[in-house]
């Protein structure tokens, strides 16, 4: 999640599938002034803080998935007011105010946050408040506005330039700029009336389209989206659809209050923050559902995040008193989940869109800290025999495997198996191959709810017996396995088999078997099959 709203298009959008919660993991020390904005990259965390003078106008680094703190920049002594934007070449840019009403923008070299150059960017009225993140071509061009009206396209390479500049009127607002999927560059430009001006990549004008309503004079309440059928979503009062090629507004959904976030689907259904409520609106115009966020407190709402498993993401502000981070299904916009900062909200000023990498991390920034959750561990576990048929007398070696599809740590984990009558454990026996820090610790009890007697059974010792296996920790996407081995005994006869073989059925085949652990419940365990808790 290397740029604002995820991506060029600005889509909100994040593979990750998220269950029905986030787990908090860590929080960075609080600063002297709020946090504007986050962007994660290759295991970093980098924000930017408001404020001026010696506390004030930090670029701070974060590792993403403890918290540790890493390089910290401050180009100057004054604010930084909108997220920055991270290039496929691992370059971060952001803009800073610099002294004398100017405006600079800085690169850095990632993750050592080495200044790679800066820029200082005039206007006519001499003032460039960057209040809204660049949007950024990926082929070496950044486009961004400014709070007079300027939008410009700055060529990225190892000594910038401007090669175009494109000017508006006087007291003018640059909002939301989006890239298109043929290369142009939309954005809105405020004053008395709105409009939605398209331009080439080298700074021609390819179309400008006005939208009815006085807009509003928050710089973020002008947001742009991309469908993925290359139509435009910008929201300046209500939302619109217009078309890229043309400008021609294909349909308005009237919206009170103005809507300050989009986020697009792969269906083209949009999810638009607005006041204290999120609205769900399809791809033809028509209002779906709309949800009240934050119990009905909430007096202000950042642009939601999509994420997979049927889930919208959004964070609000609630007025003065806290910050929180609320989770919603996206078929109907019902609560699943909600967490607050409890810090106070001493910054009233300040509220940032959550961000959700594809590994099922969400970072958020309250006030003046930042947080670092994750999804819950999802573990997997297959068991699978050497020989495909197992008659009297036969030693079969088992190997159950392990593993964690998430990027957050399972701290301690337990593995349980059967051995039926008619089976004996057989030595020697346990081979494990474990991630290097992980350890395994065997146990057995001859007693469903017995004592545990730590190590394996002895060598031929008879069933029915219960199998532990004890695992710490299992890590970020991590797998381990292990081995062990059991006689059928050779008065075990063809109806005890038959038996036998139903119990473990996902044991005598070599199909591959995954069983997801639910957090919740074992649900129903036919004997013989390993347990995971």
């Known amino acids: 999640w290397h740029r604002f709203r995820g991506d060029v298009f600005l889509s909100g959008r994040t593979p990750a599938v998220v269950p029905g919660k986030f787990v ?47 390089p910290i920049v401050q180009p100057t002594a004054e604010s930084i007011d909108a997220s920055p934007v991270i290039s496929p070449d691992d370059v971060l840019y952001f803009a800073q105010r610099s002294g004398a009403g100017k405006t600079s923008l800085f690169s850095y070299l990632l993750p050592s946050l080495t200044l790679r150059w800066s820029y200082q960017m005039n206007s006519s009225n001499g003032f460039e408040a960057v209040k809204l993140s660049p949007a950024f071509m990926g082929n070496g061009f950044l486009f961004l506005g400014n709070d007079y009206g300027d939008f410009r396209g700055i060529f990225t390479g190892s000594l910038p330039a401007t090669p175009w500049i494109f000017p508006e009127a006087i007291n003018s607002q640059a909002g939301g700029a989006a890239v298109l999927m043929n290369g142009d560059v939309v954005y809105v430009v405020k004053r008395a009336i709105a409009n939605v001006v398209c331009l080439t990549a080298d700074g021609a004008i390819r179309w400008t389209q006005t939208l009815a309503g006085t807009p509003s004079a928050l710089p973020y309440a002008s947001p742009v989206a991309v469908r993925p059928d290359g139509r435009i ?25 103005a809507p300050t976030g989009i986020a697009v689907d792969a269906d083209g259904t949009a999810y638009v923050s607005r006041g204290t409520v999120v609205s769900a609106v399809n791809a033809g115009g028509s209002i779906l559902w709309t949800t009240t966020v934050g119990g009905g407190a909430a007096t202000e709402i950042a642009p939601p995040v999509i994420a997979g498993g049927n889930r919208v993401v959004v964070s609000c502000k609630l007025g003065t008193t806290d910050d929180g981070v609320q989770l919603l299904r996206a078929s109907d916009g019902a609560f699943l989940w909600d967490w607050r900062a409890g810090l106070g909200s001493v910054f009233a000023n300040n509220l940032t ?5 594809p590994e099922g991390w969400m ?33 079969v070696t088992y190997t159950v495997s392990w593993s964690n599809s998430t990027a957050m740590t399972a701290a301690t984990f337990a593995i349980y198996d059967t051995l039926p009558n008619g089976t004996a454990y ?22 469903l709810g017995g004592a545990w007697l730590a190590g394996e059974p002895a060598d031929g010792t008879p069933g029915p017996l219960i199998l532990r296996w004890v695992v ?31 119990a473990i059925n996902d044991i005598v085949t070599f199909d591959r078997k995954t069983r997801q652990v ?14 995971i808790v």
């Open 472 to 502: 710490s920790p299992v890590g970020r996407f991590a797998s381990g396995e292990l081995m062990y081995a059991v006689r059928i005994s050779a008065t075990l006869i063809a109806g005890g088999l038959v038996l036998f073989v139903i």
């Open 233 to 257: 979503l910008v929201a300046v009062n209500d939302l619109n659809l217009l078309d890229p090629v043309s400008g021609v507004v294909a349909w308005t959904t009237p919206m009170t209050p």
């Open 353 to 357: 869109s959550p961000i959700v990498t």
């Open 518 to 531: 639910d957090h919740d419940s074992l649900g129903a365990v036919p004997l013989g099959v390993p347990m």
């Open 363 to 395: 970072y958020f920034s309250a006030d003046n800290e930042t947080f670092g959750f994750s999804v819950p561990p999802v573990l997997s576990l297959h068991k699978r025999g050497d020989v495909p048929v197992a008659c009297a007398g036969t030693v």
């Open 24 to 70: 908090p993991v860590w929080n960075s020390p609080p600063q002297a002034y709020a946090v504007r904005g986050q962007v994660q990259h290759k295991g970093w965390v980098y924000t930017v803080q408001d404020g001026t003078g010696a506390k004030g106008g930090y670029c701070s680094a974060y590792d993403a998935f403890t918290g540790a703190a890493g």
């Open 426 to 447: 057989s030595k020697p026996s346990l081979v494990v191959r474990a991630p290097a820090g992980a350890t395994v610790t065997p146990m057995f009890s001859a007693v």
